[in-house]
């Protein structure tokens, strides 16, 4: 109890007055799961990062409202569906691809800067007398369509042969301090989730795909060190709303499929 009776007599906020304890990060160990039910599109769902903490916040003495919570951007995204020889779909981040930042906010586009505002954040109004305990969780995956058919074409015939994606994330626990904006970096969590989808077209209908290379996802690591947040990271546009979905063919300039929003 010494920590956390200590923290009560501080007059201001400040990181060694917060007490973060049972951090957890994994992915879950089972593969990604291949849905064929449709003739338009395949569609695939990674397992779960996943996220929680427990937090002691001490009294916030003064007419002040804090956040704490999960912040999360994407540092890399590689995301290529392959049709025959005829070309590949590609979802790009331009920024992010061109060097020009180096994170894109992964937030719920609502919830500026936090990756969600139900479990991911817990708010606290001051001023308080008490410590206050909580936890903080998030979870995220990806469930996309990918068209069996090349997405420029008015064909319906699939020529989808294969499917790799490689997306690198790194995801924050800060203390945010709501009307002056100074953030408290409590924990820096990376991780990384990785598809490799081979399609056979010619086969029927639910017999096309399978997984290729590894079957369970690498585990996320929760750093020793607290990495800074890169501006881009707090900001719109978050990654859905900056994405740009490009046919890119074998022969050929490459077109714009899906513009961002």
């Keep these: 109890m010494g920590c956390i009776q200590s923290i ?3 007059a201001r906020i400040r990181r060694e007055n917060i007490v973060v304890y049972d951090v957890c990060a994994t992915i879950d160990q089972c593969p990604t799961r291949i849905e064929e039910t449709s003739p338009i599109v395949l569609r695939y769902k990674t397992p779960y990062f996943k996220a929680s903490a427990r937090v002691v916040m001490p009294p916030i003495p003064r007419h002040e409202t804090w956040v704490v919570g999960w912040i999360q951007a994407c540092n890399q995204m590689e995301f290529f569906n392959t049709y025959s020889d005829l070309g590949m779909s590609s979802w790009e981040l331009p920024d992010l691809r061109e060097g020009r930042v180096k994170a894109i906010s992964d937030s719920d586009g609502v919830s500026y800067p936090w990756y969600g505002n139900t479990t991911e954040t817990v708010t606290l109004v001051g001023p308080t007398n008490k410590i206050s305990r909580f936890s903080v969780s998030m979870n ?6 990918v068209t069996w058919a090349v997405p420029v074409s008015d064909s319906n015939v699939p020529l989808l042969t294969r499917i790799k994606r490689d997306q690198s994330f790194t995801t924050w626990l800060v203390a945010m301090n709501a009307t002056t904006k ?12 990785r598809v490799d989808i081979e399609v056979d077209p010619l086969q029927l209908l639910g017999q096309r ?25 707090l900001v719109k546009p978050n ?15 490459p077109l714009v499929v899906i513009p961002p929003k």
């Design 8 to 10: 009560t007599c501080k």
């Design 140 to 145: 995220d995956n990806f469930y996309p369509s």
């Design 182 to 193: 100074e953030k408290i970096i409590l924990q820096t969590i990376k991780w990384r989730m």
């Design 209 to 233: 795909a399978r997984l290729v290379g590894r079957t369970q996802q690498e585990q996320p690591r929760i750093l020793n060190r607290m990495e800074p947040i890169p501006p881009n990271a």
């Design 239 to 253: 990654a859905n709303d900056a994405q740009v979905l490009m046919w890119r063919p074998k022969r050929g300039p």
